[in-house]
């Protein structure tokens, strides 16, 4: 699977942004999808993840509420909008597959299979 994130860019705090991932390669309706970021000098962390079929997520207490992460197994692509964004969710964002078949908490433990180049969010304050 290979993995391409956009939609990234530089925003005021407060407003909404929406990353996209595309994925090529075959059944993407097979893998758990994740998103992640890294803020400068700090490590990798997950923000949230989606089931095969979307019907189950997950989201980390930070991003809680104000993030929501989707997909559209039809057009092989997950999205995360961000709505209330503060200046501490500046990142480069990442999305991550899970192995074929994997549950969407092997995401949530770490175990990612598959990474996309990352797209930069920017929240000036």
């Known amino acids: ?3 391409q994130a ?10 909404s942004l929406r ?3 595309a994925a090529s390669g075959h059944s993407f309706s ?4 994740g998103w992640f970021r890294q803020a400068p000098a700090k490590e ?11 019907g189950s997520t997950y989201y ?6 104000r993030f929501s992460i989707s997909r559209d197994n039809a057009k092989s692509t997950v999205a995360l909008q961000m709505n209330s964004l ?6 480069v964002y990442y999305c991550a597959a899970a192995d074929q ?17 990352g797209t930069l969010v920017t929240v000036s304050s």
């Open 1 to 3: 699977v290979q993995l």
């Open 6 to 15: 956009s939609g990234g860019g530089l925003v005021q705090a407060g407003s």
């Open 19 to 21: 990353v996209s991932c």
């Open 30 to 33: 097979d893998y758990s999808m």
């Open 44 to 54: 990798r962390e997950l923000v949230a993840t989606i089931s095969w079929s979307g």
């Open 60 to 65: 980390v207490d930070a991003v809680k509420g």
């Open 86 to 91: 503060k200046p501490e969710d500046t990142a």
């Open 101 to 117: 078949y994997a549950a969407q908490g092997d995401l949530i433990k770490g175990r990612v299979a598959y990474w996309g180049r």
